[in-house]
């Protein structure tokens, strides 16, 4: 196949789909293709939108390639979905989402210290939306869960990894008391695995409650 085509192909692909591609899910379509070669043409495809001046590119999100819209152009987008606001997150919900992107994995104990007010409803809320997950449960007198983001968190925000995190001067000076320590580094090493030795018992995906 010409590199051209497979170029094509990727536009394609990136174009009709809602949610970020991989590498791996574009070699899953293109079986023949080496996925170095899929790679270089995703950089191509996003020299060749650079170099013509379009309102798009392709971005990294949640490890796979995803085609957005240039920031330049968000007055005019947002004028055309003015009407449509059902994925927008309560000031409430974004604090607590806030924390616990910052400060995983946690308790639902330890996100209501930090807010000082009951987190159960908006934290129910979080889970429906995929936005968080239970990660494991920590091994303390009543075995309460801990808490994390998931995939679905770094597509919603746009984010390719929890490294992309806003600093935490950012949500301070947007009222949001995230607590001591918390930062995108460690945030990044607790979704990773790097939890409190002995304190926390994973839970398989199959045993986690609904």
């Known amino acids: 196949m010409e590199p051209q085509q497979v170029k094509r192909i990727i536009e394609a692909l990136l174009f009709a789909s809602d949610r970020p591609l991989s590498l791996t899910q ?40 995803q085609l957005s819209t240039d920031p330049a152009y968000a007055p005019w987008l947002s004028k055309l979905y003015r009407k449509s606001r059902t994925e927008r997150l309560s000031r409430p919900a974004l604090e607590t989402l806030a924390i616990i992107a910052y400060r995983q994995p946690i308790t639902r104990q330890e996100v209501e210290d930090i807010r000082g007010v009951n987190v159960e409803g908006m934290l129910k809320g979080l889970l429906e939306r995929s936005f968080v997950r239970i990660s494991g449960r920590k091994k303390i007198p009543g075995r309460p869960f801990f808490y994390g983001t998931t995939r679905q968190f770094l597509e919603f925000f746009g984010l390719e990894s929890l490294k992309g995190l806003p600093g935490l001067e950012e949500f301070q000076q947007a009222g949001l008391e995230l607590g001591e320590q918390g930062s995108a580094d460690t945030a990044e090493e607790a979704n990773s695995g790097g939890k409190e030795d002995g ?7 199959e045993n986690r409650p609904n």
Do not use: C, N, T, W
């Open 199 to 205: 304190k926390v018992e994973e839970i398989s995906q």
């Open 26 to 65: 574009m070699k899953e379509v293109l079986e023949e293709i080496d996925p170095a070669i899929i790679k270089s043409q995703v950089a191509r495809l996003q020299s060749d939108y650079a170099d013509s001046g379009r309102s798009f590119h392709i971005k990294e999100v949640a490890g796979g390639y």
